[in-house]
């Protein structure tokens, strides 16, 4: 495994310093989306845009691996990292399998879509 190359689950923890937040934003954007992405800082607008100007499976903000544990929270990657979440509703939702049934009754609606017509006589 290439440290910073590939997807790491552990017990690695990289940590990327930087001086602005636009080059650390630029940094995440450039590569394929992660699996988890965590910022540190207490900034509300800085955030914000972590929040909005990034793509990532998940994001935990001060903090690391809690929204992992969360069971009522999707987790699942996007891109790269796999597609889909489980856990809570979403995971139901992305492990079951929705069938349409149509069950046509003796009573034909579609016949009231049609123009009317008159009736042949016999004689």
């Known amino acids: 495994m290439k440290l ?15 001086r602005r937040l636009d080059d650390a934003l630029a940094y995440v954007n450039e ?7 965590y910022y540190f ?6 955030q914000r845009r972590v929040l909005h100007e990034t793509h990532s ?18 987790f699942g990657g ?6 889909g979440h489980y856990h809570g509703h979403e995971g ?6 929705a069938k ?8 034909n609606a579609a016949r009231l879509i049609y123009p009317p017509t008159a009736r042949r006589s016999s004689g």
């Open 4 to 18: 910073m190359q590939e997807e790491i689950f552990g017990p690695l923890l990289p940590v990327v310093p930087y």
């Open 31 to 37: 590569r394929p989306r992660p699996l988890a992405l």
């Open 41 to 46: 800082g207490y900034d509300k607008g800085e």
């Open 57 to 74: 499976g998940g994001v935990c903000l001060n903090d690391t691996l809690l929204h992992v544990a969360q069971d009522d929270m999707p």
């Open 78 to 83: 996007i891109g790269p990292s796999g597609m």
């Open 92 to 97: 139901f939702l992305a492990f079951s399998k």
């Open 100 to 107: 349409g049934v149509l069950i046509k009754s003796r009573f």
